[in-house]
């Protein structure tokens, strides 16, 4: 590994040449084929990783099926797996290669020995890696109070215009969403009409209600799968999805399943920043609670719509 294309990883900007040229002696670099798994969701950890050239994909499996779900795309600079350095535990997703990736390998070991005998330079490989872990411990905790406050909403509201509007209240405080809209299935008219939503217009959202299947909530009922698109100006998906005026650049979707089927989509939307794949799976289990709660209450209402058509019988 030449120190010149090190010192072009933001990782590492903090490093002297006499660092680098450490770290170069005992980095290992990787280069893998197209849809090669660098790990896999569940294996034990053997070190940090960091893209040369090409692209990772990171997958997790979903929780609620054996699907995978693609959450993050990275590129040259990038590292990922960092965990390994600190923790045993086993890793929390999948990552794969995408059309080829060279990649930069620091193993476990490795590391811990340069922490006991090059403490001053570990010190400089630590501090950005803390940079970059903290947050997202902070996330955790703002989504572990989400899914305590949507259990909870979900437990004690009855009404349930009221109810949705609360989850996505909930929802935007914990992903800094700057709007959020809930679609549920019309069965009559055959299509997604808002139920609830904050910060998007009146008049906008009163043309939301559509069935065209290029429209990105239409399509994500359709296929039964979370999306989470990074920005909807460059991202490929959405030059053949519609997207309407209203909506920011990171984008998630995520249907509301059931044993009856999708009953509706949540949408989440922010400006300024990127959704993360941690933002997609609160969505995400969110969106099964509401799923479970709305089927419920359908069922009741059938079944209260069949008492009324009783009552209507015997009064005849």
Known sequence: ?????????????????????????????????????????????????????????????????????????????????????????????????????????????????????????????????????????????????????????????????????????ILSEATHADLGVIYLSNPISESLDPAAAISVPRDQLQSLSQREEKWVPVHVSAHGKPLLIADSSTDERCQVLNTLRYEPGSLILVPLPSAQGVLGVIEMGRSSGTFSPNDLNLVDCVAHQVGQALQSIRLQQDEEGRERLKRQRYSF
């Open 1 to 169: 590994m030449q120190v010149d294309r090190l010192k072009k990883i933001p990782l590492f900007c903090d490093l002297s040449d006499e660092d680098l040229a450490l770290l170069a002696s005992v980095a290992i670099e990787q280069s893998l084929n197209s849809g090669e798994a660098v790990f896999q969701q569940g294996d034990t950890p053997d070190g940090l990783y960091v893209v040369l050239s090409g692209n990772v994909q990171i997958e997790h499996e979903s929780l609620f099926s054996t699907e995978r779900v693609s959450t993050l795309l990275l590129s040259d600079g990038d590292f990922f797996g960092e965990m390994a350095l600190f923790d045993s535990g086993v890793r929390s997703a999948t990552a794969r290669a995408v059309e080829g990736a060279v990649l930069l390998k620091i193993d476990r070991g490795v590391f811990q020995n340069l922490v006991s005998e090059h403490p001053a330079t570990a010190g400089k490989l630590i501090l950005p890696l803390m940079q970059a872990i903290v947050p997202r411990m902070r996330q955790t905790n703002r989504h572990i109070v989400a899914l305590f406050e949507a259990g909870r909403a979900l437990g004690g509201q009855e009404d349930l215009d009221a109810l949705l509007k609360r989850l996505l209240e």
